[in-house]
C-alpha cells in the first residue's frame, strides 16, 4: 500500500481517488462498511484511498488523556486496510493548526486537489473548524468539484451503531467479547517479547513480557484467556493466559501485558507477537505473597483449559 504523509494540503494527484474519509481506529464493522461501499463504487481505474488523521481530536485539541491511545496503530491499519482491498493512505497530521481549516478549505483547497470521483463517509461525519459541517454540507461542497459522495449508515448492535469510542470503553472495563462484536475480531496489541524480570520463570509460569505496546489503548487490569500470533510468514496460534495491568502482588510500577502461552517450551525473545484478548477471567488482586499469587494461577490455568476443552 502507498502511504503518504500530509501536513496542510495534500498533495496533487492524477489517478481517479475513490476516497473514504476518517480516522478507520480499529477498522470495526462500521468501517467495513464504507470499505464496501468503495469496493462497490470503484471502478479498475479508480484508486481506492483512505483521508485518516494522524490524531484523535479530543488529544490535540482538549488533551483528554484517554485519547493519546488508539485500537490499533498505524502498521496496524495500514495491514487490515489492504486486505480490505485499499490502494492508498493519506496520513494526515492533526494538529492544532489543522483544525482551524474552515469546511470550504478543506474540500474547496486539499480534496480538489486529489482528482476524487466519489466522497465515502459514515452518516454522522463532521469536518472543519468546530466540526461546522455535517455529511450533507460535505456532499453539497463536493458537487462543486464535480465528486459525488456517499453517506453510509452506521451499523447497528443491540440497538446501539458501533464505534470506536464504545469499544474503548469496552477495552477499558474488560468486556472483550462486546469489543471483538464491534470490531469483527478480538482486540489484540503487536509487540515485541522483551526480557523483563523473569519472576514468572522462577514460579513455574514463564510468560512473555510484551514492549512496544505503549500507543495502544490499554485493556482492563486483570486475567483474560486469549491468543498468541508469532508474526512471521507463516503465522503461529498458541492459547494463552494473559496478565495485563501493575502486578501488585510483586511491587510492580507500571502497566504492563504478560503471556503465558499453554503446552509451549521454546525461547521467543526479540520476536514480534500479537496478543489477542478473547474473554476476562478476573481482576488484577493483591495477593498475600507470592504462594497465594501461584495457587490462583493454578486455578486460572485450570479454567482456561476447562473454557477450551483442553486436558488439565
Excluded at 455535517?134 to 462543486?144: F, K, N, Q, V, Y
Excluded at 459522495?149 to 474503548?168: E, Q
Excluded at 482492563?220 to 503461529?236: H, I, R
Aim: charged share 30%; aromatic share 8%.
Amino acid at each position: 500500500m502507498e502511504l503518504i504523509e500530509v501536513q496542510g494540503r495534500p498533495p496533487e494527484n492524477q489517478e481517479p481517488v475513490v476516497l473514504i474519509i476518517g480516522k478507520m481506529d480499529g477498522v470495526h464493522l462500521g468501517h467495513q462498511s464504507l470499505l464496501k461501499e468503495a469496493e462497490k463504487l470503484a471502478r479498475p481505474e479508480d484508486k481506492v484511498a483512505v483521508y485518516g488523521f494522524s490524531d484523535h481530536p479530543k488529544w490535540v485539541l482538549r488533551g483528554e488523556e484517554s485519547f493519546k491511545y488508539g485500537l490499533s496503530t498505524l502498521e496496524d491499519k495500514l495491514a487490515r486496510l489492504e486486505r480490505f482491498g485499499v490502494d492508498r493512505y493519506y496520513h494526515v497530521h492533526f494538529t492544532k493548526e489543522y483544525a482551524k481549516t474552515s469546511p470550504d478549505e478543506f474540500v474547496l483547497e486539499h480534496l480538489n486537489r486529489m482528482n476524487i470521483q466519489h466522497v465515502i463517509v459514515g452518516e454522522d461525519f463532521r469536518f472543519g473548524k468546530g466540526r461546522g459541517s455535517d455529511a450533507e454540507g460535505l456532499a453539497e461542497l463536493c458537487r462543486e468539484i464535480g465528486a459525488g459522495v456517499s453517506i453510509v449508515p452506521g451499523v447497528m448492535l443491540h440497538d446501539s451503531k458501533v464505534s470506536s469510542t464504545d469499544i474503548r470503553t469496552h477495552v477499558s472495563n474488560g468486556r472483550m467479547e462486546a469489543a471483538q462484536a464491534m470490531l469483527g475480531r478480538p482486540y489484540e496489541v503487536t509487540g515485541f517479547v522483551e526480557k523483563g524480570e523473569q519472576l514468572g520463570r522462577t514460579l513455574g509460569y514463564p510468560t512473555l513480557n510484551v514492549g512496544g505496546i505503549d500507543d495502544y489503548i490499554k485493556a482492563k487490569p486483570g486475567v483474560y484467556l486469549g491468543l498468541v500470533k508469532l508474526v512471521q510468514d507463516s503465522p503461529e496460534y498458541y492459547y494463552t493466559l494473559i496478565s495485563a495491568g501493575y502486578r501488585p502482588t510483586v511491587n510492580g510500577d507500571s502497566y504492563k501485558v504478560e503471556a503465558y502461552l499453554l503446552d509451549f517450551s521454546g525461547d521467543l525473545y526479540d520476536r514480534k507477537v500479537t496478543v489477542q484478548f478473547l474473554r476476562h477471567l478476573r481482576d488484577e488482586e493483591n495477593f498475600d505473597g507470592v504462594d497465594a499469587l501461584v495457587t490462583q494461577m493454578q486455578k486460572d490455568e485450570q479454567k482456561a483449559r476447562r473454557i477450551l476443552g483442553l486436558p488439565e
